[in-house]
């Protein structure tokens, strides 16, 4: 039977491999996902693509251009403990099925409990399949799905997990714009640091009331800017206890990251695993303050991979601690190779060499 899915929006049939990406959950997994999804359409314009999640997380508002199937999956946590066994085999079995529908030829996972069910489907179906960790340290899905498949790749030397390393899948135009242009966006000029203070999405309410106290100790500086990520929800309250001199300001977010990575100086920011790589590719020198709740304390290995950055405990975190680490950074460098500039296209092609 023909599928919508087998067609190009021309109307074309799509005559080339199929792949099945389980990315879901938070943005962390399913970001690089959809930048694999658009390496392989660059390798290979025919593909078709099909995405597997959840409906608890991000995916049903981040998986936008590609087919997106949802299986009947709870988290590997404590609470969920009773139920997980059997929601696993039934999520895996619809996988299996899934993966006989779309008539995939190989399957990758991009970590989070989402993709365990994609990786034990493809065992069941007899299809390859590739798991990507992208922390130091795996997360319990990653250490389940490795062991039904001899393919691991990891963005960064991994404890716990044997692999090949290829870096973090990250999406193109991260380093697309000119200083020049970025800099005259964000107003500053150019004897100003641009410190950019970058919470995640919805913010980190840490990072920001630290932000808070070091614009007030600088208040009086006219060779420094701070700009907050506060996310939609804390922007107009945080301006409301920044002090009115224009050393600071808040937003809800950074349309622009290639503006953002263009303008700054300098970062301050969790360690998730694709903040990291981004700051890695960009040369950007970073405060880095781990989240104290990751699972295993993965954001503190993941952080201390990064050579041009300094590590603040969340436990220390304050204005005065910010103004510290601050100084013991290195000056931004240029641009380089860093392994995940191209880790998108890496990863595409070991999936298609996959395919049988």
Same mark, same amino acid.
Do not use: C
């Given at each position: 039977m023909l599928l919508q899915e087998d067609l190009h929006p021309t109307g074309a049939l799509r005559t080339? +491999?199929? %792949?099945?990406?389980?990315a879901g959950g938070t943005g962390g997994h399913i970001y690089p996902g959809l930048a694999l999804a658009a390496a392989i359409l660059r390798a290979r314009p025919d593909a078709r693509i099909d995405f597997t999640g959840t409906e608890r997380g991000l995916e049903r508002r981040l998986v936008t251009h590609y087919p997106l199937h949802t299986v009947d999956m709870v988290p590997m946590i404590k609470s969920e403990t009773l139920r997980f066994p059997a929601a696993l085999l039934r999520a895996s079995l619809q996988c299996r099925d899934l993966i006989r529908e779309t008539r995939a030829q190989v399957v990758v996972g991009m970590g989070g409990y989402s993709s365990a069910p994609l990786i034990a489907g *493809?065992?069941?179906?007899?299809?390859?399949?590739?798991? &990507?960790?992208?922390?130091?340290? +795996?997360? #319990?899905?990653?250490?389940?799905?490795?062991?039904?498949? $001899? &393919?691991?790749?990891?963005?960064?030397? !991994?404890?716990?997990? #044997?692999?090949?390393?290829? /870096?973090?899948?990250?999406? +193109? /135009? @991260?380093?697309?714009? !000119? #200083?020049?242009?970025? #800099?005259?966006?964000?107003?500053?000029?150019?004897h100003v640091?641009?410190? %950019?203070?970058? /919470?995640?999405?919805?913010?980190a309410v840490r990072l920001n009331a630290a932000a808070v106290e070091l614009a &007030?100790?600088?208040?009086?500086?006219?060779?420094?800017?701070?700009? %907050?990520?506060?996310?939609?929800?804390? *922007?107009?309250?945080?301006?409301?206890? @920044? $002090?009115?001199?224009? %050393?600071?300001?808040?937003?809800?977010?950074?349309?622009?990251?290639? @503006? *953002?990575y263009a303008a700054a100086d300098l970062m301050i920011c969790r360690s998730g695993s694709a903040t990291v790589a981004e700051l890695d590719v960009c040369g950007m020198p970073a405060v880095l303050v781990p989240y104290p709740h990751a699972p295993h304390d993965h954001q503190t290995r993941n952080?201390?991979?990064?050579?041009?950055?300094?590590?603040?405990?969340? /436990?220390?975190l304050s204005g005065a601690a910010l103004a510290s680490a601050i100084a013991a950074? +290195?000056?931004?460098?240029?641009?380089?190779? !860093?392994?995940?500039?191209d880790a998108a296209d890496r990863l595409a092609a070991w999936t298609l060499e996959l395919i049988k």
């Open positions: 080339g +491999p199929s %792949i099945l990406i389980g *493809a065992r069941l179906a007899g299809v390859p399949a590739l798991v &990507h960790e992208s922390n130091a340290v +795996p997360g #319990r899905a990653n250490r389940f799905s490795a062991a039904l498949t $001899p &393919h691991v790749a990891l963005a960064m030397p !991994s404890a716990g997990l #044997r692999g090949r390393v290829v /870096g973090m899948p990250l999406m +193109p /135009g @991260l380093l697309g714009a !000119s #200083r020049a242009e970025a #800099r005259q966006s964000y107003g500053v000029a150019d640091k641009l410190i %950019i203070v970058n /919470g995640g999405s919805a913010g &007030h100790r600088w208040r009086d500086r006219d060779d420094v800017r701070i700009v %907050i990520k506060a996310g939609a929800e804390g *922007a107009d309250l945080l301006n409301e206890r @920044l $002090p009115d001199t224009g %050393i600071a300001a808040a937003v809800p977010y950074l349309e622009r990251m290639d @503006l *953002a952080a201390r991979t990064l050579e041009q950055a300094v590590v603040l405990p969340d /436990g220390d950074l +290195p000056p931004r460098k240029a641009a380089h190779d !860093s392994p995940h500039a």
